[in-house]
């Protein structure tokens, strides 16, 4: 009978070395992945970004409907166009000024979803969650009623 006492050559990675490999690539991992993949802040971006299309849309029709309609003189130039039974104020051109009876009818949104101080002439709307970012929001503003109102985003730190 023959006895090998030579030892055996190992090849590969033993079971430590592979369980500490993992444990380093998870850490890796659980810190770079955020800094990669910023979901919040692109969601963010995105629902304002909508949020202001429909907006623009909504005032578009607005003022189609408020030259097919019959529409309330007010004065100063502003009139009141009824839709569905909900009255709208509008500038002179057409356009929605009063955002709680005017745009948030038009546009048809969930307030739950959002966070909106509004004017009579502007609101700012940002999105629920972003009550104290100053630079994360949505703004209509119609206090110059001789032209279109204004639609502006910020969206530094959403």
Known sequence: MRINN???????????????????????????????????????????????????????????????KTTTNVGGGFRTLV???????????????????????LVNVDVADWVIDPSSLSATIRPKGMDNAEDCYFQYDATVSSARPVLSMVIDEC
Do not use: C, R
């Open 83 to 105: 839709l569905d039974g909900n009255t709208i104020y509008l500038t002179p051109l057409g356009y929605p000024i009063n955002w709680h009876q005017g745009l948030i009818f």
């Open 6 to 68: 030579h030892p055996k050559s190992s090849s590969g990675f033993t079971l430590i070395e592979l369980i500490v490999v993992i444990v380093i690539l998870g850490v890796l991992a659980v810190t770079a992945a955020p800094k990669f993949m910023n979901f919040a802040t692109d969601a963010n971006v995105a629902a304002l970004k909508a949020f202001k299309g429909t907006v623009d849309s909504s005032m578009n029709l607005t003022v189609a409907a408020s030259k097919v």
